[in-house]
């Protein structure tokens, strides 16, 4: 025989789409919350951000080490995006050997202990975040002012908005007053919180692309918002005195990091659009409910968790209706 | 208006270059293997013996059974052989060789075809028309093959109102429908006339992609005189596939295993059409076809009218032959064609294109973990979950498989394509498709 | 203090209560044979013999509804424990053993196209019969290996299957998925097979193997008893080849093709000259 083809099935077209173009396109995306939050929090942020994408990728190889898999995934960027993400969700202060932690939480058991990339049902840089929190709170917690370093004073520690309401809620029963000008800085990221939550503006930026790139759908991100402005909202028409205005939820508090960065993580949500709405829904209520009634001011980490878990089963209950099923229920 | 389209889908990059390129007829090859086994159902019995001397459109194998349509000679000259020759399905099945006499000459000195009509078709009955459908071997030229008279004799109690012809050719790279309908209007009209007179139907629409305007333009003229509804759809893969057009045209879909008479529609290729047209008014049965011979690996790609029974390599040689190292050699459109073995296989009545690519045309790189990035939910025009039926098909899960609903896919090819993590998506599917059915046969 | 302790003791108290109800209400009688038989069983839930699980199938056997010996990884002593449980006299059970029948891996054996897709021989199958030219040989794309309940099963890194005799429990699981039937179920008493599995004549079988059975009777020269050759295929007899004096043993050496091999203990590789390919 003297020709020898290649046989497959079909199709035998791709449109060239990669696992790896998926995650460096996730990866520009994040590249306008990194940079603002060097620009607010100056060195202590880039070191964090560096060391925690290392701390990522040396997990990662050595996990796949240990189970003597090939290293060709560790350049999928899959692990380079974890280290990201949750350097993003760590405060600027954060000591060297608690973003290492991290890293190596993420990793280790928040993805390879469930076989790595594609299987975990939690977001690393989540789960990682969480079990720092809860581990270390002090640490978690200590939030440097943006531009510090630039103002020459070393290291001042403020509150995040939400922390500062609720506080002050406890202590007072009144809200703390805002002015309009802390609007804008909460758009652009002037105020105190963890690197990538404290710029809306470079959230949406960012978001902006992977919409351009399709690598997200309206689905999750805006269910999730809308229920969070809905539900604060009402609280705040009932009481304003008690209860923050609905922008302040939405502009704070990592909620847009969270709702287009974190619950879209394609392998922890839903894949129907039906599910990513009840999803997307799931958080916001859960949230809310963290928010307003918890004990920790902040709760979109928790939220997500809380609904990766359920991931599975929304799944199972909202396969989209097949074409053809013509007045047929379909499980 | 809005254009209409299906749920689903996706719009893969056309490389229809020949579109510009007039149909040209081929040469007569050395020798013409014409497979028993062209059509779906059963394969038709040869009814010529080696040493025979056979005319163009001789009967040389009769059907047998219902879903079963004759196979004819494609040119005149001598059957050499009746024996196992290697098929487009891979594997060697009965054909029937013959070695053409070079006159390639139809019966009793015809011209064009055997016994031509002298009477207006549009005045035999239905029956009749139907029979001689049957009679010439017309099968569904989309690719499909489905026996044509069988989709024409709806069971009773179905009653068909709408005829929907099938110009949308969504498959990239081919052009052939395009091509018959810019240049052979009439006779995909004649044959629409014939087809409206067997089924009885009243509304008649031909769906066009809208990537084709002229061939738009020459319908709609060519149907001004006609109540013909020339309808644009949009550029959507898979358009052209039966249920999805029928629900972009009439809004109805086609029930879950059902058939499009169901919804009473019946589809057919515009080239089936005018197959029709040239069995009933001229009696010239199914020996020829249109083709569209491309791909990167081919010098001068063309559309070609074909012998039934050409070999692959003659075609290849007839478009100026090859340009660099053909790696993958697929009979139909990249998306739902099959990979071939070898050029020494004979183009059949569904081979609606032959595709040659070059290693940069193929795709090698190897499957890794899924991401669930939902791509695939969000293209299938079936509207299933094609990554987690693939999940449970790799696992031998068939019972889960089935209730994802594997059965409803359609095998367009949507979700591999897009898929980031290249899994093959359609080929596990397929395979629990067959899985699913071999159980359901035993009990 | 005294709260929690009244409270959570109170909770504790009360979900003892429902359990302990819960156990006697919902009791489910269990046939002590049976659970004496599981007891026996090895647990590995493989399915061999035909039940759902070892427990599917130690409620059958306790309810007389079949016989002792179907459990091939249990082997003969289970078998006689089962037995004397159930009180029957035990079967002589023949343990066996599957056996990859094919030495044609990539070195060895052509094949007609490249193959794109998942590993899966069932859907390499239907792609023009398989890769393989070789109608019967391995196509190596380890369906059995991931089928094997005990790991018996290894892929070498030249696409061959590959099964460890000692780890096989006979479980014949492996056998029905090969879409090519190139695993066959042999008497564990006898280690010697005919490693192939084309019934082609000989002359088309060297055009794209090595190591395939050419039929030219060699064996069954040496050793006529233990032999057979059907339809240009030779393989061992079996039913003789159990007997000491068959010489099954005596044709290994005889084979031109080396593709008579001894498993036990498992054979040197084939001497790997590049077979020169016959010109087609």
């Known amino acids: ?331 | 208006m809005k254009i209409k389209r299906f749920p689903g889908g996706l719009h893969p990059p056309e490389h229809k270059s020949t579109a510009a390129r007039a149909i040209e007829p081929c040469s007569l090859p050395d020798e013409l293997v014409i497979p028993l086994a062209q059509h779906i159902g059963a394969p038709a019995e040869p009814c010529v013996v080696i040493g025979d001397t056979v005319a163009k459109g001789q009967v040389i194998a009769q059907p047998r059974g219902f879903v079963s349509v004759p196979i004819h000679a494609s040119s005149s000259g001598v059957v050499t052989a009746v024996e196992p020759r290697l098929h487009p399905m891979g594997r060697p099945l009965p054909a029937i060789v013959i070695k053409p006499d070079g006159r390639d000459a139809w019966p009793d000195g015809l011209e064009g075809g055997m016994n031509p009509l002298l009477v207006d078709p549009l005045t035999l009955p239905p029956s009749r028309l139907r029979d001689m459908v049957r009679n010439a071997g017309v099968v569904g030229l989309g690719g499909a093959t489905f026996p044509t008279h069988v989709k024409l004799s709806p069971p009773g109690g179905k009653k068909i109102n709408t005829l929907i012809l099938n110009g949308v050719e969504c498959e990239p790279y081919l052009t052939a429908d395009h091509r018959l309908m810019l240049e052979e209007p009439e006779r995909i009209l004649a044959g629409i006339d014939i087809l409206r007179r067997i089924l009885g139907v009243e509304r008649v629409c031909i769906g066009i992609e809208e990537n084709k305007p002229d061939a738009i333009a020459v319908m709609r003229d060519a149907c001004a005189q006609r109540d013909i509804e020339v309808i644009a759809l949009k550029v959507m893969y898979p358009q052209g596939a039966e249920k999805q057009l029928i629900f972009a045209v009439t809004g109805r879909q086609t029930p879950s295993g059902g058939l499009p008479m169901d919804v009473g529609v019946v589809v057919q290729n515009v080239g089936t059409a005018a197959a029709v047209a040239d069995a009933i008014i001229h009696g010239r049965p199914l020996v020829e076809r249109i083709a569209t011979i491309t791909g990167p690996a081919l010098v001068e790609p063309k559309n070609l009218r074909i012998r039934i029974g050409t070999s692959l390599r003659h075609l290849v040689a007839e478009c100026g032959g090859l340009r660099e190292e053909v790696v993958k050699v697929i009979m139909g459109g990249p998306m739902m064609g099959h990979t071939q073995l070898s050029l020494d296989v004979p183009a059949i009545r569904g081979t609606s294109g032959l595709l040659l690519l070059d290693k940069n045309a193929v795709a090698t790189r190897s499957e890794g973990p899924c991401i669930r990035c939902a791509r695939c939910v969000s293209v299938c025009p079936a509207r299933l979950l094609p990554t987690t039926i693939s999940a449970y098909a790799r696992r031998d899960m068939i019972a889960e498989a089935e209730r994802f609903n594997a059965l409803d896919c359609i095998e367009c090819g949507c979700c591999a394509y897009t898929c980031p993590a290249r899994i093959p998506l359609v080929q596990s599917i397929r395979q629990v498709k067959g899985a699913i059915l071999a159980k359901r046969r035993l009990s | ?280």
């Not at chain 3, 891996?105 to 890769?131: F, H, M, N, V």
Request: with cysteine; aromatic share 8%.
């Open chain 3, 1 to 280: 203090m005294l709260e929690a302790i009244l409270s959570l003791g109170g909770v504790g108290f009360c979900a003892a209560l429902a359990l302990g109800f819960a156990a006697q209400k919902f009791a489910v009688e269990v046939d002590a044979r049976e659970a004496a038989i599981l007891e026996v069983l090895p647990g590995a839930n493989c399915g061999a013999c035909g039940f759902p699980g070892c427990g599917g199938y130690a409620r059958a056997v306790a309810s007389g509804a079949v016989a002792p010996e179907l459990c091939p990884p249990g082997g003969p002593e289970t078998v006689a424990r089962i037995a004397r449980i159930i009180g029957v006299a035990a079967i002589a059970v023949d343990p066996q053993v599957a056996v990859v029948i094919c030495q044609g891996d990539q070195q060895r054996a052509t094949e007609k196209y490249r193959y794109l897709g998942i590993s899966d021989c069932r859907a390499a199958q239907k792609l023009a019969d398989g890769p393989k030219t070789c109608p019967g040989g391995c196509l190596g794309l380890g369906t059995c290996a991931a089928i094997c309940p005990f790991g018996a099963i290894t892929m070498t890194d030249q696409h061959l299957a590959v099964i460890d005799r000692d780890k096989c429990v006979g479980c014949r699981k492996c056998v029905e998925p090969c879409p090519r039937q190139v695993i066959k179920m042999t008497p564990r008493s006898v280690s010697v097979h005919v490693l192939c599995n084309s019934h082609d004549k000989g002359a088309l079988v060297r055009r794209y193997c090595q190591v395939g059975c050419i039929a030219c009777q060699l064996c069954k020269k040496a050793a006529p008893e233990a032999y057979v050759i059907e339809d240009f295929l030779a393989r061992v007899d079996y039913r003789h080849a159990v007997k000491p004096t068959a010489g099954v043993e005596v044709a290994i050496d005889k084979c031109p093709t080396h593709c008579i091999r001894d498993d036990n203990p498992p054979p040197a590789p084939v001497p790997d000259e590049k077979p020169a390919p016959q010109a087609a």
């Open chain 1, 1 to 331: 025989m003297t020709e020898q083809y290649y046989l497959s099935s079909s199709p035998h077209m791709h449109s060239g789409a990669t696992t790896d173009k998926v995650m460096r396109d996730v990866i520009y995306a994040l590249l306008p919350a990194c940079l603002t939050a060097v620009w607010f929090f100056g060195l202590a942020a880039l070191t964090t951000l560096l060391l925690c994408v290392a701390s990522c990728l040396v997990a990662e190889a050595a996990c796949l080490k240990l189970q003597g898999r090939a290293q060709s995934t560790l350049a999928d960027g899959s692990a380079v995006l974890t280290g990201l993400l949750l350097a993003l969700n760590l405060p600027a202060a954060a000591p060297w050997w608690l973003t290492v932690l991290g890293g190596a939480v993420a990793i280790v058991i928040g993805k390879q202990v469930y076989g790595g990339l594609g299987y975990n049902p939690f977001n690393p840089a989540l789960v990682a975040r969480v079990v720092l929190l809860i581990s270390f709170p002090i640490q978690m917690t200590s939030w440097t002012a943006p531009l510090a370093s630039a103002s020459g004073v070393d290291a001042v520690t403020m509150a995040t908005p939400l922390g500062e309401w609720k506080t002050a809620v406890m202590l007072t029963s009144k809200l703390p007053a805002v002015q309009p000008a802390d609007y804008l800085n909460y758009l652009t990221g002037n105020m105190a919180g963890c690197l990538g939550e404290v710029s809306a503006v470079a959230v949406l930026i960012g978001a902006a692309y992977l919409f351009w790139r399709r690598i997200i759908t309206w689905h999750i991100p805006l269910t999730f918002v809308v229920t969070v402005a809905v539900l604060t909202g009402i609280f705040w028409l009932v009481d304003p005195t008690r209860y923050p205005d609905p922008l302040l939820h939405v502009l704070t508090g990592g909620l847009l990091l969270g709702a287009f960065f974190m619950a879209t993580d394609m392998v922890t949500s839903p894949v129907s659009s039906t599910g990513m709405i009840i999803f997307g829904f799931g958080c916001g209520l859960i949230t809310v409910l963290i928010r307003l009634f918890g004990g920790y001011p902040e709760g979109v980490s928790f939220a997500i968790l809380l609904m990766n878990a359920a991931t599975p089963l929304i799944d199972r209950y909202t396969p989209p209706r097949k074409f053809g099923a013509v007045g047929e229920v379909v499980r």
